[in-house]
RNA sequence: GCCCUCGUGGUGAAAUUGGUAGACACAAAGGACUUAAAAUCCUUGCCCUUUUGGGAGUGCCAGUUCGAGUCUGGCCGAGGGCACCA
């Protein structure tokens, strides 16, 4: 074959690995595992770049862990359950199944086009009663463990989506996925107590090495531990009211107490339930709190109540209570001490009503003149203005100092408070796992008997139905337990949960009786790399984190807490974005230039197109480009090389055509390479020469340290660097041993990165298409001479080639001496010389 | 507002962790081959010098060091996360 045709050799080598079954993994204890996992698609219809860079990614690891011996675990499967295919179903009138499995298998053959070393037996569907039978059944041990419970609260209701959203899926107000704004209802739900880990969930993160900081540092803001102090406030006035509890992580200002604000849910509300204008404040609150959040730009609201809160360390001081805009009743206690001079939330109130603001505070480098005026401080320094406090270092002496004295006098106790809330996992939704609960006439909550499961989604239903559809299902919601008349639970869960143990699944996916087995996950478990978009770093890694202490909690047998041992989170595939003349988005096939200046549309020269920056591909900016059309055009190992090289694998990359093409040559190129080697080979040639040798394993360590670094653009790079020696150096006959062994060399190390070339060129030298991954031979690489850089007070002035290892003085001399350097010295005094040994000296004069 | 990350040619980026800045690729310009084009290959890449050479240079300003893209402090800019969390 003379150019080389991907298509024939990429669809040879798919077949031959199906067949020989070259990625099916199985248990075995004399070799060390690695479980490779890329975050599991949703099944929408296509692939996308997205999916590309993911799984190229992780390909790339797995075979190279699998060549150096590694037992690897690489499986697939689909995140199947949620929305989209419900949404799509309603429109096209089908079952959400059949769309579903629909897209599976076109997206299947579509990953099976990568060359993909995935262990397709291991494949699971969510949506597959093989799979959420276990999900119920986790549910129901869950729930026997007190971990799962029902409680009636305010909800994020979606009024498109018509469903519950946690807050993780609120984004500035709005839904995540309808971008509808997101209103306060009241709903009883149920809930998974992630806040009974918050401890663990956070002190675990201390174990992960292999994470990014980044996502650690979030997840550590999401949990949002504090410390500080709970204090029970006096109250007066003419209301029943006794005391108001508060939490704060700064009892030591409490000389600065300037008013007492709790929420408009707090209990106390309830006296205020007739009063008209307090009605009126509240109604304006859940405004401000949801909605045009930026057009209030946090403006600082309050209802005076009339009564009157005493400072615990100074009874003589009586402070205002109101209710305010901006204290959370799902937060502490709903109660907060106002200290404006050191806060400036509290600041703001404080100069809107005319409150006192009282300096407790004043920084190390300032006297005891300082005073707060538009800008709270809350930085170090010392207790000012507060009677026994004064004098004391704030905030390491002080906030203790105090927290000691309020439990002394028993007015407050040491606290410490966590953010994270606990997680809302109804879903008011049919295309979802059924949650395996029932109620009998007196609203008694009963458990289906695990001999029932699983609890099926109802088939033939009509979905066109306002609110879930599941509410509707007559027949599906009546139903006998224990003889008893019940009607099912009609929420389904979150597919967050769906997410939060599929990985477990991966180890035996076709184990019948438990949603894992104990053998298979003690072997596997943990994923040793887990590979995906950062945007997951909260929600559900957090939530997966979670689900491993949940089933830990009481049981002795499953060992697992952290289910993701090594993390990498991966950047987006961005394109430029096009707008034709009436801002309407443009696809870029649609688009033509001929200078690089003026885009046009294809069709039509005169129809100009503006072109905006560049961002992450996403249908509803039309800046798509499609996987499968881009492997037509140039095969999966160019589509491969290509998304590895431009950019470091976590950064975001630019999608361009000319650099795919370049990658497209390259490959063409390598194939004249193996020509031109397989011809020298033939030659037999007695020629000695170890130059490519040396070359060759100095790129194996080069490509072995990049590997282990994720810097995948820079083993491309590395790549191209190998093809330019080689192509050169193959001019002359070298002798068949040398060429042979460096070439296996060569096409090993490129295997992971187009394992279809490789395999192709290695079968065509009549060799093992699977080959280990190759040793540096450390003799080659073992160099006798060295090139130093000589700088002249820190300048480089010029390089000299010499023995390895000689001493500062010989160096010096050698450059005294030399044809090209000794003028660098000629006539000069040496002061001083810095030697650094093999690589560099730095002469002063 | 708070937290995190990052600023290197026309562009995407390298730099073995304090030791030759710009590997590798894209784009551009010039050249070779060709009747011509495409393809392919070669050269160039900031400033001064015809060349040999020399100089500046990693967002800006200072500092530490024999030596700084890399470390420290301050400023400017970009991106991401969180947002009344008391």
């Known amino acids: 074959m003379d150019r080389y045709n991907f298509e024939l050799v990429e669809n040879k080598w798919q077949k031959y690995w199906d067949k020989n079954k070259s990625f099916i993994s199985k248990v075995d204890t004399s070799k060390e595992k690695f479980y490779c996992l890329e975050m599991f698609p949703y099944p929408s219809g296509k692939i996308h770049m997205g999916h590309v860079r993911n799984y190229t990614i992780g390909d790339v690891l797995s075979r190279y862990k699998s060549m150096k011996g590694f037992n690897v675990l690489h499986p697939m499967g689909w995140d199947s359950f949620g929305m989209p295919a419900e949404n799509a179903a309603k429109q096209n009138n089908l079952n959400p199944k059949v769309w579903t499995e629909k897209n599976i298998s076109v997206m299947k053959t579509q990953l099976k086009k990568l060359g993909l070393s995935i262990d397709w037996d291991r494949e699971i569907s969510t949506c597959s009663e093989d799979y959420y039978k276990h999900q119920q059944l986790f549910f129901l041990s869950l729930y026997k463990k007190g971990l799962v419970y029902k409680k009636e609260n305010y909800v994020n209701w979606d009024p498109i989506d018509e469903t519950v959203l946690a807050n993780e899926q609120v984004i500035d107000g709005k839904g995540w996925r309808s971008g509808a704004i997101v209103q306060r209802k009241k709903l009883s ?14 002190n675990g993160l201390d174990n992960l090495k292999s994470w990014p900081n980044k996502v650690k540092t979030m997840q550590k803001n999401w949990i949002g531990k504090s410390f ?10 003419n209301l029943p009211i006794n005391a108001i509890k508060c939490y704060t992580t700064r009892p030591d200002t409490l000389f600065g107490f300037s008013f007492l604000a709790v929420s408009v849910d707090h209990p106390i509300s309830k006296f205020f339930n007739e009063n008209t204008q307090f009605i009126k404040f509240k109604n304006e609150c859940s405004k401000t709190g949801t909605t045009e959040e930026s057009i209030a730009q946090g403006e600082k609201i309050g209802f005076n109540t009339g009564l009157f809160a005493v400072n615990p360390l100074d009874t003589e001081q009586k402070v205002p209570v109101y209710f305010a805009n901006f204290v959370l009743m799902d937060y502490g206690f709903g109660a907060v001490f106002g200290c ?10 404080a100069l809107k009503y005319n409150l006192p603001v009282k300096t407790v505070v004043m920084p190390e480098n300032k006297d005891e ?6 800008e709270a401080y809350t930085g170090p320094g010392v207790i000012i203005n507060s009677n026994f406090l004064n004098g004391l270092k704030v905030p390491n002496q002080s906030i203790n100092k105090t927290i000691d004295i309020l439990e ?17 996992i109804s879903r008011q939704r049919y295309w979802g796992c059924p949650i395996p609960i029932a109620y009998d006439k007196d609203d008694n909550v009963l458990t289906v008997p695990e001999d029932q499961l699983p609890v099926k989604l109802p088939e033939n239903i009509d979905l066109n139905v306002k609110g879930n559809p599941l509410d509707k299902a007559e027949n599906w919601k009546n139903i006998k337990i224990n003889g008893k008349d019940c009607i099912r639970e009609t929420d389904t869960l979150d597919t967050f949960v769906d997410s939060s143990w599929y990985f477990l699944r991966f180890c035996s996916p076709k184990n019948k009786k438990h949603g894992y087995d104990l053998d298979e996950i003690n072997y596997w478990m943990p994923v040793d790399q887990y590979i995906g978009g950062v945007e997951h ?9 979670f689900f491993m202490r949940a089933i830990n909690y009481k049981n002795r047998n499953f060992k697992i807490t952290e289910p993701f041992e090594g993390l990498f989170t991966q950047g987006m595939v961005c394109h430029e974005t096009y707008k034709d003349e009436n801002n309407n988005w443009v696809s870029p ?20 197109v503006k072109v905006g920056p560049s961002e992450s591909m996403s249908k509803s900016k039309k800046n798509t480009i499609d996987p499968e059309e881009i492997i037509n055009n140039y095969g999966a190992d160019s589509v491969r090389l290509f998304i590895l090289s431009d950019s470091p694998p976590e950064k975001d990359i630019q999608w361009s055509e000319q650099g795919m093409v370049a990658s497209y040559k390259f490959i063409q190129k390598l194939w004249m390479l193996h020509k031109k080697f397989k011809i020298r080979i033939e030659e037999n040639s007695n020629n000695k020469n170890e130059e490519i040798a040396v070359f060759i394993n100095q790129m194996i360590k080069k490509i072995n340290y990049n590997l282990e670094k994720f810097n995948y653009n820079v083993i491309v790079a590395n790549l191209y660097e190998a093809y330019n020696f080689l192509s050169q150096k193959l001019n002359v006959a070298i002798d068949k041993k040398t060429l042979l062994d460096n070439y296996i060399k060569f096409l090993s190390i490129i295997s992971p990165i187009i394992p279809h070339f490789a395999s192709e060129c290695l079968s065509d030298l009549k060799l093992n298409p699977l080959q280990k991954w190759p040793e540096i031979d450390k003799n080659l690489i073992k160099e006798d001479t060295v090139e130093y850089v000589i700088q002249i007070n820190g300048k480089k002035k010029g390089t000299i080639k010499c023995m390895k290892d000689i001493s500062e003085e010989e160096l010096i001399e050698k450059i005294k001496n030399n044809q090209n350097t000794k003028k660098i010295l000629e006539s000069k005094k040496i002061k001083k010389s810095f030697f650094v040994k093999n690589r560099l000296i730095n002469i002063l004069i």
């Open 189 to 202: 739900q149920w809930f998974f107590n992630i806040s009974n880990f918050s401890e663990e969930l956070l």
């Open 228 to 237: 500080g102090c709970e204090i029970n406030f006096k109250i007066q006035g």
């Open 340 to 349: 404006p001079a050191h806060d400036q939330r509290d600041l703001d109130f």
């Open 369 to 374: 003149t300082f005073k707060v005026k538009k």
């Open 408 to 424: 002394e006098k028993q007015l407050g106790k040491k606290k410490i408070n966590f953010r994270l809330k606990d997680w809302g």
């Open 537 to 545: 770093a909260i929600l559900h890694l957090l939530y997966s984190r």
């Open 589 to 608: 096939d649609e688009v033509e230039t001929e200078d690089k200046k003026n885009f046009y549309i294809k069709k039509n020269p005169s129809k100009k």
